[in-house]
């Protein structure tokens, strides 16, 4: 839901999208040949779905390494993403001609806490859409200081948003839905996405999208997302806005039916809760980059299982189990911190108001905990200095209290959930063998 549809770029054309019934699905898609780049928004355009492009950055561009990244391109060095700033304008420009425009729209995503040239090199070439956020692409991705990248922030959103100038529209996603990708309780992801949002507001944009990644429990996602829905509303009435929601993000099952059914599982929620936008992920996350194949292939089964859930019989709301009370108090104590939300965030971290379980960041206190209860539900066992200790309640039992092997087993509860349901466990090994990619130093040997 929006509050009036944007006029035109990425968020106009979801709109619209939304408007007519229909479900965006959208790759994590980056590579570093301007011509594989190419080809993989065409195919993406060209899928049987209705989709928006994406061109994700390699590590070096997202640090603000260009030297390292300039050197790899000089040396035709294959890089995990596309160096936009180590390319000159022309080049990304032909990347895109032909390919983006009203009807296909390209996200640039990055992962960077300092992302002031990308913003520059994503405008000179043409484009106005992006996503990250000073908290979420500073606390899970690096070590720089959280004051720091909240400046860069406000600068790069700043420039973002001087494009209303000419009449464009840009657009920002906030990935603060989606703080490390799991055991991060819903009511922190939906805390975090409704700040970040606000905080791109304040900094003059008027197009946003608020994410949310799949978590651990169908029936938590949706109390979750509806949450999310009716905060944004109350926090930003004054901006178009849709939700974006992003397929697990953390373990990924290893067999095809499992992964084709945590993708089916994901586009399903997306529909049911009313969501605008899906990031899909593939059969081929757990083994390697997934091809431009691989992708298409994602993109067209998440747009089958969508509407397949357009025509079931409509899913009754998920019971209150106090995610929005959780999360509006959240929001309502960091904003009470200061006026200047920039300000605010740093007071809240440094107070503990904000506070990501098993996060290392430095200024992230780093004194709270979660596990997954024997519902599959994110639950808190600790909350810190949280303002919640009148509506959390949390779990005293052996089971909230993870230790290291405790942990690495809740890292891969979906992964063998989606897995074990379809196989029995001999079954499984035989599919994960012949799943994963040939040993290039036995077929070596082979060949010798």
Same mark, same amino acid.
């Given at each position: 839901?929006?509050?009036?549809?944007?006029?035109?770029?990425?968020?106009?054309?979801?709109?619209?999208?939304?408007?007519?019934?229909?479900?965006?699905?959208?790759?994590?898609?980056?590579?570093?040949?301007? @011509?594989?780049?190419?080809?993989?928004?065409?195919?993406?355009?060209?899928?049987?779905?209705?989709?928006?492009?994406?061109?994700?950055?390699?590590?070096?561009?997202?640090?603000?390494?260009?030297?390292?990244?300039?050197?790899?391109?000089?040396?035709?060095?294959?890089?995990?993403?596309?160096?936009?700033?180590?390319?000159?304008?022309?080049?990304?420009?032909?990347?895109?001609?032909?390919?983006?425009?009203?009807?296909?729209?390209?996200?640039?995503?990055?992962?960077?806490?300092?992302?002031?040239?990308?913003?520059?090199?994503?405008?000179?070439?043409?484009?106005?859409?992006?996503?990250?956020?000073?908290?979420?692409? @500073?606390?899970?991705?690096?070590?720089?200081?959280?004051?720091?990248?909240?400046?860069?922030?406000?600068?790069?959103?700043?420039?973002?948003?001087?494009?209303?100038?000419?009449?464009?529209?840009?657009?920002?996603?906030?990935?603060?839905?989606?703080?490390?990708?799991?055991?991060?309780?819903?009511?922190?992801?939906?805390?975090?996405?409704?700040?970040? @949002?606000?905080?791109?507001?304040?900094?003059?944009?008027?197009?946003?999208?608020?994410?949310?990644?799949?978590?651990?429990?169908?029936?938590?996602?949706?109390?979750?997302?509806?949450?999310?829905?009716?905060?944004?509303?109350?926090?930003?009435?004054?901006?178009?806005?849709?939700?974006?929601?992003?397929?697990?993000?953390?373990?990924?099952?290893?067999?095809?039916?499992?992964?084709?059914?945590?993708?089916?599982?994901?586009?399903?929620?997306?529909?049911?809760?009313?969501?605008?936008?899906?990031?899909?992920?593939?059969?081929?996350?757990?083994?390697?980059?997934?091809?431009?194949?691989?992708?298409?292939?994602?993109?067209?089964?998440?747009?089958?299982?969508?509407?397949?859930?357009?025509?079931a019989p409509p899913v009754l709301a998920s019971g209150d189990t106090g995610l929005y009370a959780e999360a509006s108090r959240l929001i309502e104590e960091v904003v009470d911190l200061h006026p200047d939300l920039d300000r605010a965030l740093l007071e809240a971290f440094r107070a503990g108001y904000l506070d990501v379980p098993y996060c290392l960041h430095p200024d992230n206190a780093g004194r709270t905990r979660s596990y997954i209860d024997h519902n599959g539900r994110l639950q808190w066992s600790r909350i810190g200095s949280m303002p919640l200790h009148d509506l959390v309640r949390p779990s005293r039992s052996a089971e909230a209290e993870l230790t290291a092997a405790g942990l690495l087993t809740s890292l891969s509860f979906v992964e063998r959930r989606f897995d074990y349901a379809h196989l029995e466990e001999e079954d499984l090994a035989g599919q994960v063998k012949a799943a994963q990619p040939p040993d290039p130093r036995?077929?070596?040997?082979?060949?010798?």
């Amino acid at each position: 839901m929006t509050a009036g549809a944007a006029a035109s770029g990425f968020g106009g054309f979801i709109a619209h999208a939304r408007q007519a019934g229909q479900l965006v699905v959208q790759p994590r898609m980056g590579m570093s040949s301007p @011509c594989a780049m190419r080809a993989g928004l065409l195919a993406t355009r060209q899928a049987a779905a209705l989709t928006v492009g994406t061109i994700t950055l390699d590590s070096y561009t997202r640090i603000g390494d260009d030297a390292r990244a300039k050197a790899a391109v000089a040396a035709g060095v294959e890089l995990n993403g596309y160096p936009i700033t180590s390319y000159d304008v022309a080049t990304t420009r032909g990347v895109l001609d032909g390919v983006a425009g009203p009807e296909f729209p390209v996200q640039i995503r990055h992962g960077s806490p300092c992302p002031e040239r990308i913003f520059g090199a994503l405008i000179d070439a043409g484009l106005d859409a992006t996503e990250g956020g000073p908290v979420s692409y @500073c606390l899970p991705y690096s070590r720089m200081p959280l004051s720091d990248s909240v400046q860069n922030w406000a600068r790069s959103c700043e420039l973002l948003a001087g494009l209303r100038q000419t009449g464009a529209e840009p657009h920002l996603e906030t990935f603060g839905g989606c703080m490390l990708g799991q055991l991060c309780p819903p009511s922190l992801l939906i805390a975090m996405s409704v700040l970040e @949002c606000m905080f791109f507001r304040q900094h003059g944009l008027q197009s946003v999208s608020l994410s949310y990644a799949q978590q651990t429990s169908h029936e938590q996602d949706i109390e979750a997302i509806g949450a999310l829905r009716r905060l944004a509303a109350e926090w930003l009435p004054d901006v178009d806005w849709h939700v974006v929601i992003y397929a697990y993000m953390g373990v990924y099952p290893r067999t095809p039916a499992g992964a084709n059914w945590l993708l089916s599982e994901a586009a399903r929620l997306a529909v049911t809760t009313g969501a605008a936008r899906l990031i899909v992920k593939t059969i081929a996350e757990a083994y390697w980059i997934p091809s431009i194949a691989d992708n298409v292939e994602a993109l067209e089964m998440a747009a089958v299982a969508a509407a397949a859930q357009r025509r079931a019989p409509p899913v009754l709301a998920s019971g209150d189990t106090g995610l929005y009370a959780e999360a509006s108090r959240l929001i309502e104590e960091v904003v009470d911190l200061h006026p200047d939300l920039d300000r605010a965030l740093l007071e809240a971290f440094r107070a503990g108001y904000l506070d990501v379980p098993y996060c290392l960041h430095p200024d992230n206190a780093g004194r709270t905990r979660s596990y997954i209860d024997h519902n599959g539900r994110l639950q808190w066992s600790r909350i810190g200095s949280m303002p919640l200790h009148d509506l959390v309640r949390p779990s005293r039992s052996a089971e909230a209290e993870l230790t290291a092997a405790g942990l690495l087993t809740s890292l891969s509860f979906v992964e063998r959930r989606f897995d074990y349901a379809h196989l029995e466990e001999e079954d499984l090994a035989g599919q994960v063998k012949a799943a994963q990619p040939p040993d290039p130093r036995s077929q070596s040997s082979k060949e010798r």
